[in-house]
C-alpha cells in the first residue's frame, strides 16, 4: 500500500517551454501533497503544499506563478514548470499524505533537463 | 528551516556489520521523527518513524532511537547488506504542522 507515481520519469525541454508532471496516489486518498526539488548531493527541499481543492502554500523563494500547482482530485497533483531555463533544470518529487500524523510517502521523482 | 548540505556525510561499512547512522535535529517542538532511504535516481522510501513520546522502535533489522535531551536520533542497520547502500535521511514534523524538515542526508556504502 501507499503507492505514489510520477509521470514522467525523466523529461528534458527547450528554454522557454513548460513542463508538467504528475503525481498520484494509487492507493489512498491524499488530502495533502507536497512538492521537493532536490538538487545533485543535497537535500529535499520543500517547494510548496497542496491541499485538495485549495490553493498551494508556497514557501518563502518559490514563485508561485513559476511553478504552478495543481490538486483537483484526492488522487492527483500536477506542478507545471512555466517558461523553464536551465536553473530549472532538477530532480522534482512529490509525496503524499492522509493527513495528520500519517507520515508521506514519496513518488519516484521526477529527472527535469532544461537546455 | 531546511537543512541542505553540499557535502554528504559518508559512512562505509562492511558486509554483515552493523551500521549507526546518526542525525541531529533542531526543533525542540519536534513530536515525530522519520527515517528514508534514497537510492540514486529514485524517491524517498519510508523505512522507520518514532514519535516523541518513545525513545526506541524496532523494525526488520532497523531501530530507531530518539533523545530528546541532546535532540539527537540515531538509526541502527543490523547486519548490513550491499542493498543498504544509500543516502539516508532523517525527517522532523511537529505537531499538526504537516511539513517534514530533512537533514542533510548520509552517505551509506556497504562493501561486500
Known amino acids: 500500500g501507499a503507492v505514489v507515481s510520477q509521470h514522467p520519469s525523466r523529461v528534458i525541454c527547450k528554454s522557454g517551454t513548460s513542463v508538467k508532471i504528475e503525481c498520484r496516489s494509487l492507493d489512498f486518498q491524499a488530502t495533502t501533497m507536497f512538492w521537493y526539488r532536490q538538487f545533485p548531493k543535497q537535500s529535499l527541499m520543500l517547494m510548496a503544499t497542496s491541499n485538495e481543492g485549495s490553493k498551494a502554500t508556497y514557501e518563502q523563494g518559490v514563485e508561485k506563478d513559476k511553478f504552478l500547482i495543481n490538486h483537483a482530485s484526492l488522487t492527483l497533483s500536477t506542478l507545471t514548470v512555466t517558461s523553464a531555463h536551465p536553473e530549472d533544470s532538477s530532480f522534482y518529487i512529490c509525496?503524499?499524505?492522509?493527513?495528520?500524523?500519517?507520515?508521506?510517502?514519496f513518488g519516484p521523482g521526477t529527472r527535469l533537463t532544461v537546455l | 528551516g531546511e537543512s541542505v548540505g553540499l557535502h554528504l556525510p559518508t559512512l562505509s561499512v562492511q558486509e554483515g556489520d552493523n551500521s549507526i547512522i546518526n542525525c541531529a535535529y533542531s526543533?525542540?517542538?519536534?513530536?515525530?521523527f522519520i527515517w528514508y532511504k534514497q537510492e540514486s535516481g529514485k524517491g524517498p522510501q519510508f523505512i522507520i518513524d518514532?514519535?516523541?513520546?518513545?525513545d526506541k522502535r524496532q523494525g526488520q533489522r532497523v531501530t530507531v532511537l530518539l533523545n530528546k535531551t541532546v535532540k539527537h536520533l540515531s538509526l541502527q542497520i543490523a547486519a548490513t547488506q550491499p542493498g543498504d547502500s544509500a543516502v539516508y535521511f532523517c525527517?522532523?514534523?511537529?505537531?499538526?504542522?504537516?511539513?517534514?524538515?530533512f537533514g542533510k542526508g548520509t552517505l551509506l556504502t556497504v562493501n561486500p
Open positions: 526543533n525542540s517542538a519536534s513530536d515525530y
Open positions: 518514532i514519535r516523541s513520546n518513545m
Open positions: 509525496s503524499a499524505s492522509s493527513g495528520g500524523f500519517d507520515t508521506q510517502y
Open positions: 525527517a522532523e514534523k511537529r505537531g499538526s504542522n504537516y511539513k517534514l524538515t
